[in-house]
């Protein structure tokens, strides 16, 4: 069983910057895949960015020179750094792990 703990959302301008944080404990193993879903409102979940163990990352288009993913293995945690915010990126965004996921925290974009 894994437990995820993710924080950082919050209210943000357009233009704005935030960076979400995702902790996990539990039944952890080095070679998982970490990465951030998001579901806005009146749509799907999508992915948004993923990173594997050995550090390389994989992006949503919409996202491709705005969001950064990193994680630290030592910490087992992943980061999303979101950078020119656009009102469009309001969403709830997921943590995952291999195969389990966070409770999700809030994003809005929002003048």
């Known amino acids: 069983q894994v437990q995820l703990v993710e924080s950082g959302g919050g209210l943000v301008q357009p233009g704005g910057s935030l960076r979400l944080s995702c902790a996990a404990s539990?039944?952890?193993?080095?070679?998982?895949?970490m990465g951030w879903y998001r579901q806005g409102p009146g749509k799907q979940r999508e992915l948004v960015a993923v990173?594997?163990?050995?550090?390389?990352?994989n992006y949503a288009d919409s996202v491709k020179g705005r969001f950064t993913i990193s994680r630290d293995n030592a910490k087992n945690t992943v980061y999303l750094q979101m950078n020119s915010l656009k009102p469009e990126d309001t969403a709830v965004y997921y943590c995952?792990?291999?195969?389990?996921w966070g409770q999700g925290t809030q994003v809005t974009v929002s003048s």
């Open positions: 539990g039944s952890i193993f080095r070679f998982v895949a």
């Open positions: 990173i594997t163990s050995g550090g390389r990352p």
């Open positions: 995952v792990y291999g195969t389990s």
